[in-house]
């Protein structure tokens, strides 16, 4: 691992023949000028007929990786696929680029799974996705076995393993078709990193000469910033504020504050929706829906929500609660900024949310050793949270990869956090632990280090500890911060199965002696505004305002008419370059990101007529319009 690409794209030096091929499939059907990445190695591997595995963060174009072999090899294209949900929009948007894809499964009726086999059997299909129940039914497999196959492709391949949160079934038994299909190339994908969860899908899958590409797990256009929560409804009020009309996700720990937030957020005027599992299907098939096709939908939801969507124009990926550990807050924030636009990774978090997650792991059902591994989980989450050098740096160096230098775009780069020497506060904070008996949760101490007459303080005579009223000066949020620093340190404990009741810990006396100093950190006011993120119109000058707006007004018109998101249509990123160039001509449009040739053909005259509307002065009244004169 720790591969970093130098430039977004490989250059066209030593290509072979199938490369050679390969790239005019990309400019002529995805309208793309090179690869990204590895594609390339992969592509070249799959189409000579070698397994592969490939892993690459999520928005780092693992689709081509197996469209282009399905597309350059003979026969169909088998796509083993989680979610039936996603299929069809996965196929919708390859029927776009001319690509002759189809799906099959159980929501499909009888008549028209009828054609889809029909189309296969008369070699009339270049990708054929299916979910694993539906593959591995003899009926399917026998079907298989009368048609030539290009490829098998195993999508989000790390739902083989049982120690991933995402385990299916139905994965496990995919590995018969090592025995049923022996000469057909198979690539399984994931942009799940670890060491571990990759050797579990080469055994299970059985692919143990599979080629392997590991592409380094870098982000780059996403910011991650993450703060102490304090008025955790009003700081995400004002984050989403300043990205107003941008689609993104805000991730919830419970059903019912997914519900409260996304109705909050309704309240003040966001197209807020909520999404968790205790929704009717229908309801969650509608939001899901809304949030792809739609522009700037909020979906507001559990972790329920997220796997295989993949929406490229996510603008940011909020945490108002703790995820689960680096790996899955790694995955969720993935979901951003898949365009390689600038996306944002927010998160607040706070003492409640530490003692919650402890709590859920004691209390799970686990065996001891899997527990100790969700201990140590939480911990790498907790210190990343608390860390004072490049977040970027920290979270690739958790997966193996390492970064040269700071990133200069997380909020540890950008506004670096004041420490201070914090000793003689953390010797208060632990002696009024220990004065009350190492039996209260932060509220109760804090409640006396501040000295606060509760009737709780009063019934337990902890208004006459020396300890009583001896932080005065530090205001609540304060005491929070720096008992959250303390346990993410070590010199506190906070036990989960006595509700977080705090308590010493060996690496404790040496600091209350005054042995040891301890420096903390200072949280970021939550009063300073939140940073804005660029909009997806964000290098427009305002004169150019007017076009893009009719360009994305015509683009939803399109994509309403053939029933697809509008990404499909053409991605933010394309619309962007018809405004900068304004292209006037067909030719002129093909050389645009993004464009090929089957596009060109199905919108290109759309979207030139209202170019050439805007040439002819029509932008000029648009302009007056939105300006009021
Ligand atoms: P993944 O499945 O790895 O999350 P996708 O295959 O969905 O990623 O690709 C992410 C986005 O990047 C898509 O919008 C895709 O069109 C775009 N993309 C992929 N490869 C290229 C490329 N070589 N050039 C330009 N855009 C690309
Ligand atoms: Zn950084």
């Known amino acids: 691992m720790g591969r970093r690409d130098a430039a977004p794209y490989s250059s066209p030096v030593n290509s072979s023949p199938v490369i050679e091929r390969a790239r005019e499939l990309l400019r002529t059907v995805y309208g793309y000028p090179g690869f990204r990445g590895r594609q390339e190695d992969v592509v070249r591997t799959v189409t000579e007929g070698r397994d592969a595995l490939v892993l690459m963060p999520t928005g780092g174009g693992k689709s081509l990786c197996y469209q282009l072999p399905a597309l350059l090899r003979d ?12 299929m069809q929009d996965q196929v919708a948007a390859l029927r ?92 399984a994908l994931t942009a799940t990193a670890d060491a571990r969860t990759r050797e579990e899908i080469v055994g299970r899958l059985r692919l ?28 995400l009020v004002d984050f989403l504020e300043a990205r107003r009309g941008c689609a993104g996700i805000v991730y919830a720990m419970t059903r019912r504050r ?82 390689d636009e600038p996306a944002d990774a927010w998160m607040i978090y706070g003492l409640q949310d530490v003692v919650r997650l402890a709590q859920m792991v004691e209390q799970s059902e686990a065996d001891d050793a899997r527990k100790r591994i969700e201990r140590v989980r939480l911990d790498a989450l907790l210190g990343w949270c608390e860390i004072t050098e490049c977040r970027r740096r920290a979270l690739l160096q958790y ?10 775009n997380c909020d540890i780069c950008l506004e670096p956090p004041r ?27 804090i409640d006396v280090l501040r000295g606060k007459e509760t ?25 929070r911060s720096i008992v959250r620093q303390l346990i993410v340190q070590g010199y506190l404990r906070s036990d989960p199965e006595r509700f977080g009741a705090l308590s010493l810990t060996r690496k404790s006396r040496p600091l209350l002696r005054g042995d040891e100093r301890i420096l903390l950190r200072e949280d970021a006011s939550p009063k300073r505004p939140a940073k804005v993120t660029r909009k997806p119109d964000y290098d427009l000058g305002p004169e150019d305002l007017p076009l893009w707006e009719a360009l994305r007004a015509r683009r939803q018109e399109l994509a309403a008419a053939a029933d697809v998101p509008p990404y499909v249509v053409f991605h933010d990123t394309t619309l962007r370059e018809m405004v900068r160039v304004k292209p006037a001509s067909t030719q002129e449009l093909l050389a645009l990101h993004g464009v090929g040739e089957a596009k060109l053909e199905r919108y290109g005259a759309a979207f030139l007529e209202v170019l050439a509307d805007f040439r002819a002065g029509g932008g000029e009244e648009s302009v007056q319009d939105l300006t009021g004169g």
């Open 258 to 339: 997914v519900e409260d937030t996304a109705r909050m957020l309704a309240e003040r005027g966001f197209d807020a929706l909520p999404y968790h599992a205790g929704l009717p299907s229908d309801v969650r098939a509608r939001h899901q829906e809304r949030f792809l096709r739609e522009d700037g939908v909020v979906m507001v939801a559990t972790i329920a929500f997220g796997m295989g969507i993949d929406k490229p124009d996510v603008r940011f990926v909020a945490h108002i609660d703790l995820p689960k550990s680096v790996e899955s807050y790694y995955q969720e924030t993935g979901r951003a900024g898949r365009d």
């Open 399 to 408: 997966f193996g990869d390492d970064l040269p230098e700071d990133c200069g």
């Open 75 to 86: 026969g169909v294209g088998v796509v083993v696929s989680p979610l039936i949900a996603l």
């Open 419 to 445: 420490t201070w020497d914090g000793t003689v506060e953390a010797q208060k904070l632990l002696s009024c632990v220990y004065r009350t008996g190492q039996r209260f949760g932060a509220g109760h101490v």
């Open 455 to 479: 009737e709780k303080v009063l019934a337990r005579r902890h208004e006459r500890l020396s300890t009583f009223g001896i932080g005065t000066d530090f205001a609540d949020t304060q005491w």
């Open 96 to 187: 776009q680029l001319g690509v002759r894809a189809s799906f099959l499964n159980s929501s499909l009726p009888p008549r028209e799974q009828a054609e889809v086999i029909g189309d296969l059997a008369a070699g009339r299909l270049d990708l054929l996705y299916l979910a694993p129940e539906r593959l591995l039914q003899d009926e399917t497999l026998e079907l298989l076995g009368t048609v030539r196959l290009a490829l098998i492709a195993i999508d989000e391949a790390h739902c083989v393993s049982q120690w991933g949160h995402d385990f299916r079934q139905d994965y496990l038994g995919l590995h018969v078709l090592n025995e049923r299909f022996p000469g057909v190339p198979r690539i």
């Open 208 to 235: 143990p000469r599979a080629a392997r590409f590991v592409s380094g797990f870098d982000r780059p256009n996403i910011r991650y910033a993450v703060h102490a929560k304090a008025d955790a409804g009003r700081q």
